[in-house]
């Protein structure tokens, strides 16, 4: 299984931007997607995800201002970034699994089993 994330670059505060990712596997709808993110310095990070019945989950963070989606026909997962804060500045990495759909789970990096190689966001002020 390849991940391939695309679409990060530099974008003013106030601004957005959108990421994709695509999955090289014949069973793309029966995975959970997750985006990460990782800043300079500080743990990789939960996002946003959304399951194999496109139930989605957001950090708090990102709230009202992130959009996940996927379309399963292109074996691609979105993730829409309206409103970026420099806060948002990070490496994103996209993420496959089929974790339990609780909260626990889907947010823990562990649970996901592949990962792309990341596209990095800088946000600027």
């Known amino acids: 299984v390849q991940l391939q994330a695309s679409g990060g670059g530099l974008v003013q505060a106030g601004g957005s931007l959108r990421l994709s990712c695509v999955v090289s596997?014949?069973?793309?709808?029966?995975?959970?997607m997750a985006w990460f993110r990782q800043a300079p310095g500080k743990e990789r990070g939960f996002v946003a995800a959304?399951?194999?019945?496109?139930?989605?989950y957001y950090a708090d963070s990102v709230k009202g201002r992130f959009t996940i989606s996927r379309d399963n026909a292109k074996n691609t997962v979105y993730l829409q970034m309206n409103n970026l804060e420099s806060e948002d500045t990070a490496v994103y990495y996209c993420?496959?699994?089929?974790?339990?759909?609780?909260?626990?789970?889907?947010?823990?990096?562990?649970?996901?089993?592949?990962w792309g190689q990341g596209t990095q966001v800088t946000v600027s002020s």
């Open positions: 596997v014949r069973t793309f709808s029966r995975y959970t």
């Open positions: 993420a496959a699994g089929q974790p339990l759909g609780n909260w626990n789970t889907i947010q823990a990096a562990y649970e996901y089993d592949y």
């Open positions: 959304i399951s194999w019945i496109d139930t989605t």
